[in-house]
């Protein structure tokens, strides 16, 4: 989100057999370019991520770009107590702004009523990005022409 509460986003695709942790520097880079692109002032903005992303390189890149990470904690593997409630107690202090993120869940929800990008079916990266911005379009389409 910029510091207008824009919501901006990337897309990377792979394999289908690719974690999304192992997209997110080409993610980030690609989102820095698209930001500067676009004229957009993202310095100390946050960057909301679920757990999944929650590693210390990815705090470590996130703060390099001049952002502001909202990942909230993974705590499987954690038995220390304290390191436990020292992570959730930071995690506290910017919660209200994860929260926001049901937004970005919600746009990916939409691309869900789409068969063909429930399960990337393509082989090709073209095609696969093709019905992705297809179904975007019918999306936006919708919304704008919604019956009144």
């Known amino acids: 989100m910029d510091n207008n509460g824009n919501i901006v ?16 520097p080409e993610s980030l880079s690609n989102f820095l370019d698209t930001s500067d692109l676009l004229g957009l002032d993202i310095n100390e903005s946050y960057l909301t991520l679920d757990s999944g992303f929650d590693s210390e390189h ?27 409630n020292t992570r959730l107690d930071r995690f506290e202090t910017i919660e209200s702004i994860y929260k926001q993120r049901h937004n970005v869940e919600r746009s990916f929800a939409f691309e869900d009523t789409y068969r063909k990008l429930v399960i990337r079916y393509e082989r090709l990266k073209a095609t696969f990005l093709g019905f992705r911005y297809l ?10 022409f919604r019956a009144t």
């Open 9 to 24: 986003s990337t897309v990377v695709s792979a394999p289908v057999n690719n974690h999304d942790s192992a997209l997110f």
């Open 58 to 84: 990815n705090h470590t890149i996130i703060r390099e770009a001049n952002l502001k990470p909202v990942i909230k904690p993974n705590l499987r593997g954690l038995k220390n107590r304290t390191k436990i």
């Open 135 to 144: 179904a975007y379009s019918l999306i936006n389409f919708r919304w704008i």
